[in-house]
């Protein structure tokens, strides 16, 4: 699985995706349909449309790598509406999510699977 001692982020691209892109045609998705920056070392998550399919794009901080897996059996979350094929952004996901995502859970991409981040100098209610 894809390694890093720091806090890392994933873009999951929100359309389907022709997987025989590669690291060149999925980088221009990167900087063009997501707005995002390329070498920040976030992963890029890419999904084919029968969802059969998933590439993972990231820089290591010494190269870009690419991962991808397909399935045998079962299919991908979708990580698009099934109507219209579009959510207007990127969906941010953490690592932990992209690991239940990979091993074929349905709420990845659906549901808010980790708790949102701890906020210093919140207010604090006291009963």
């Given amino acids: 699985m ?3 001692t720091r806090r890392v982020t994933v873009w999951a691209h929100v359309a ?5 892109k590669a690291f060149d ?14 070498l920040s070392g976030d992963v890029f998550l890419f999904v084919s449309r029968n969802r059969k399919r998933a590439k ?5 901080g010494t190269g870009l790598c690419l991962y991808a897996k397909r ?3 079962g299919h991908f979350t979708a990580l698009w509406p ?7 952004g990127p969906l941010r996901m953490t690592m932990s999510e992209l690991t239940l995502f990979l091993e074929g859970s349905e709420l990845a991409g ?6 949102p981040p701890f906020v210093l100098g ?6």
């Fill in 2 to 4: 894809i390694g890093s």
């Fill in 16 to 20: 389907p995706t022709d997987m025989r």
């Fill in 25 to 38: 045609a999925l980088s221009a998705i990167v900087a063009g349909a997501m707005g995002k920056e390329l």
């Fill in 56 to 60: 993972a794009l990231l820089w290591d």
């Fill in 71 to 73: 399935l045998e059996k």
């Fill in 82 to 88: 099934m109507e219209d094929g579009s959510r207007g």
């Fill in 110 to 115: 659906r549901v808010a699977l980790s708790p």
């Fill in 122 to 127: 919140g207010a604090c209610r006291q009963s």
